[in-house]
């Protein structure tokens, strides 16, 4: 019962990628091909309002619901990310799908990106088998 407030924030969030379009092979084969501002503005947007968000909990020392200080550690550069965003882009690219509307597209009714979720996952216990042998 304590968790259905998740499921209902879940639902909702599921909701609003279907209405906004995120979820769509097209929209995001759109914005890969440069033919549409349409996921750069959404995308945009989640970044601005990212970047207030954090000023806001910096500036009046929020905390979360639990009451435990909310901190920003700093994070040197370092080229892993570099290559990781990049597998990450191609992936996005060639499946139409990333990590998070993967539910909301299964849920759609695509079930086909059932396979997305399953190479996803796959992708994610490879990287926590290598996780020791790579470069962090």
């Not at 909990?57 to 290559?83: A, C, D, M, Q």
Request: one cysteine or more.
């Amino acid at each position: 019962m304590r968790y259905l407030k998740y499921l209902f924030l879940g639902a909702v969030f599921g909701i609003i990628l279907v209405k906004s379009e995120v979820i769509s092979w097209f929209r995001i084969q759109e914005m890969f091909r440069l033919q549409s501002f349409h996921m750069y503005g959404i995308i945009g947007s989640a970044i601005l309002v990212a970047m207030i968000s954090v000023a806001l909990i910096k500036k009046y020392r929020l905390t979360s619901v639990e009451g435990e200080t909310i901190s920003t550690p700093v994070k040197k550069f370092h080229w892993g990310n570099v290559i990781g965003g990049v597998i990450f882009g191609l992936g996005w690219a060639i499946t139409g799908a990333c990590p998070g509307p993967i539910f909301a597209q299964i849920g759609s009714g695509f079930g086909v990106v059932a396979i997305t979720l399953l190479f996803a996952i796959a992708g994610t216990w490879v990287y926590g088998m290598l996780k020791d042998k790579l470069p962090h």
